[in-house]
């Protein structure tokens, strides 16, 4: 009990179980957390349009550079729902809302309008992702605190084809991962 009211005790980035209890509210697990994110993130877009313009290759850069983590794992990813284990890491690294906040201290200390743009464009990026429902990736490569399928392994779920697709193909029934 004292856990979920303080907010504390998941691999989903501390946040309750699943969206429960106060934190929980605020995260891309619930509606009204998904909402307030992507206006979070839209925020932060709107404004380093204002203050770098909206040709600002510094905030365009930095609003795309979290997912460059992405290109990491993308060849060896065992399907489209699920990272492979290398990636997890720079992943979740790279989508911290620490990332931006540090970006924006820096510009608040050194008054360097570029890195605010920065920060700025870093900090839409996760709150757009958290608008979306894309949140940190678990152990297994999934996107955390979200329900998996039913029938997940560790490669994904599984699909039994069968019936005239098999017939079509003259192939017995297979299973195929995806």
Not at 13 to 34: I, Q, Y
Not at 134 to 148: E, F, K, L, Q, V
Not at 154 to 178: C, D, K, N, W, Y
Request: proline share 8%; aromatic share 6%; glycine share 16%.
């Amino acid at each position: 009990m004292e856990r979920a009211r303080r907010g504390t005790g998941t691999k989903a980035g501390g946040t309750g179980a699943a969206g429960t209890g106060p934190a929980g509210a605020w995260t891309w697990t619930s509606p009204l957390g998904r909402v307030l994110s992507g206006a979070v993130g839209v925020g932060a877009l709107v404004a380093g349009a204002r203050i770098g313009g909206r040709r600002s290759k510094v905030l365009w850069a930095s609003a795309v550079a979290p997912d460059i983590s992405l290109v990491i794992g993308i060849a060896a990813a065992p399907s489209w729902k699920r990272m492979p284990s290398y990636a997890i890491g720079p992943y979740n690294a790279m989508h911290t809302p620490v990332v931006p906040a540090a970006i924006l201290m820096a510009a608040a200390l050194t008054r360097n309008r570029s890195l605010l743009v920065a920060g700025l464009g870093w900090l839409g990026h996760i709150g757009w992702d958290r608008g979306w429902g894309y949140g940190p990736r678990d152990a297994d490569g999934y996107i955390a605190a979200r329900p998996r399928p039913a029938d997940a392994g560790p490669e994904g779920p599984v699909h039994q084809v069968t019936g005239s697709a098999s017939r079509r193909l003259s192939i017995s029934p297979v299973r195929i991962r995806t």
